[in-house]
């Protein structure tokens, strides 16, 4: 009977030790382009949680542990965010410190004219995931 | 009778008093005149003037933000936006939406335009996963780029980096000799791009026709042997200042030229880039010498 209880003490001693991160407020971001998506794994390619469109205010998190630094970016790319109830990860050259000038805002009515559905945004946030982006400068 | 009297008397005194009330009432405008050189005294006329003239302004802006509302994208916003929804509309056709090794397109070409002295220029490369198109610049927004390549086309030939740019810089110089646009561009499209249509519809038929452009020229027509000798000759001048490029350029014609006339799949490719042969021909030197 003791050996039993000193088999489930040791099963679940551990467990405390092992404490989650808290997740914290870093700063509240704005979303760059028309669409976008917040994703599951810092991949491009990593399936989408939401689909989000220009102007959306995303928090972006930190982590902090119980021991040591606070972590607030995952890689130099991707970062760590909450958008409604969805926690995932954005590209960092798609968010936007000041409300971005968005295209839907300026032509509001000739893009609802368009209709787009479901699936078209889906796409549409999808693209940018896909897009290689570039530009020269003067030396 | 008395009663009747009384009546009388009542009804006469109540319409006596309706009368003078009215007259009170009308009593008050004509009032207004008399006291109008007090209240211009007062300047109380030149303040409701200024009330009036607010409110007018407030107006007008109202009224113009409710127009605003309804503008279409000018020239400096349209394209790029329309060569996307294109690529949204033509996600399936296309196959762009999957996983490729990465090719470090943005890093290689932003320094083969920065060799050639071709600075601020912005681009986006997607890559289609499809033979059906080879490689193409769609119409964007000034100082914009917005290229397609194709990863089966680029597996075939075994491109390289500076292979892929080479292709991607003749498409760059094809914008910016706005052939697709000139091509694309009609009466009903320049009625809409830049204008308000408040109290109208988008007239959505004329960006289904455009789509329509879109799809003829990239899968079927392509640009015409003027175009094409002018791209060429263009790309003889720039590239020869760099010999190596230069040859390069010549041999990758070749390889095209190679491909297109032995694989079924890309035999569409001397009808939309006529023709690799034919640009040989053009940027071989001439033998005779006088």
Not at chain 2, 192 to 216: A, P, R, S
Not at chain 2, 226 to 250: E, R, S
Not at chain 2, 265 to 271: E, G, H
Request: proline share 5%; glycine share 4%.
């Amino acid at each position: 009977m003791i050996k039993r209880w000193l088999m489930i003490f040791a099963l679940l001693g551990p467990l405390p030790l092992r404490a989650a991160p808290k997740k914290e407020i870093l700063r509240v971001a704005y979303f760059r382009p028309i669409f976008g998506h917040v994703h599951r794994n810092p991949s491009r390619y990593s399936s989408s949680l939401t689909t989000i469109s220009c102007g959306h205010p995303i928090k972006v998190l930190k982590l902090v542990p119980a021991k040591g630094r606070p972590v607030t970016v995952f890689n130099k790319v991707w970062h760590f965010v909450k958008v409604g109830p969805y926690e995932g990860y954005i590209d960092g050259k798609y968010l936007k410190e000041k409300k971005p000038n968005c295209f839907q805002d300026r032509y509001p009515k000739y893009f609802d004219a368009l209709e787009l559905d479901l699936t078209e945004l889906y796409y549409w946030g999808r693209l940018y995931d896909q897009y290689v982006f570039g530009k020269s400068r003067v030396k | 009778m008395k009663k009747m009297i009384m009546i009388l008397f009542i009804l006469g005194s109540a319409s006596f008093l309706f009368a003078e009330d009215k007259d009170t009432k009308k009593g008050s405008h004509l009032n207004f005149d008399s006291i109008k050189s007090v209240l211009k005294n007062d300047f109380l006329t030149e303040e409701a003037r200024k009330n009036r003239a607010g409110e007018l302004e407030k107006n007008e802006a109202a009224r113009k933000k409710k127009e605003g509302l309804y503008n279409a994208p000018d020239r400096s916003d349209f394209w790029t936006f329309f060569s996307e929804y294109w690529l949204v509309k033509n996600a399936t056709i296309l196959k762009w939406d999957f996983e490729k090794p990465d090719y470090a397109l943005d890093d290689s070409f932003k320094y083969f335009l920065e060799k050639l002295g071709f600075y601020e220029k912005r681009f986006r490369i997607l890559m289609v996963n499809t033979p059906n198109i080879t490689h193409f610049a769609l119409p964007a927004n000034p100082n914009e780029y917005v290229f397609i390549i194709s990863v089966p086309f680029i597996r075939t030939l075994d491109l390289t980096k500076l292979e892929i740019s080479l292709l991607l810089f003749e498409d760059m110089l094809r914008a910016d000799n706005g052939y697709f646009v000139k091509a694309v561009s009609t009466d009903e499209l320049r009625e809409l791009i830049g204008k308000n249509f408040y109290g109208k519809k988008v007239n959505l038929k004329t960006l289904k026709n455009l789509e329509k452009k879109y799809d003829e020229i990239i899968f079927d027509k392509g640009f015409n042997f003027q175009q094409q000798f002018a791209i060429t000759k263009k790309m003889d001048h720039i590239l020869k200042t760099d010999l190596q490029l230069w040859n390069l350029y010549y041999k990758m014609l070749q390889k095209v030229d190679d491909l297109v006339k032995s694989n079924v799949l890309y035999t569409k490719y001397n009808q939309i880039y006529p023709s690799p042969e034919l640009q040989m021909n053009w940027l071989r030197p001439k033998k005779t010498i006088r």
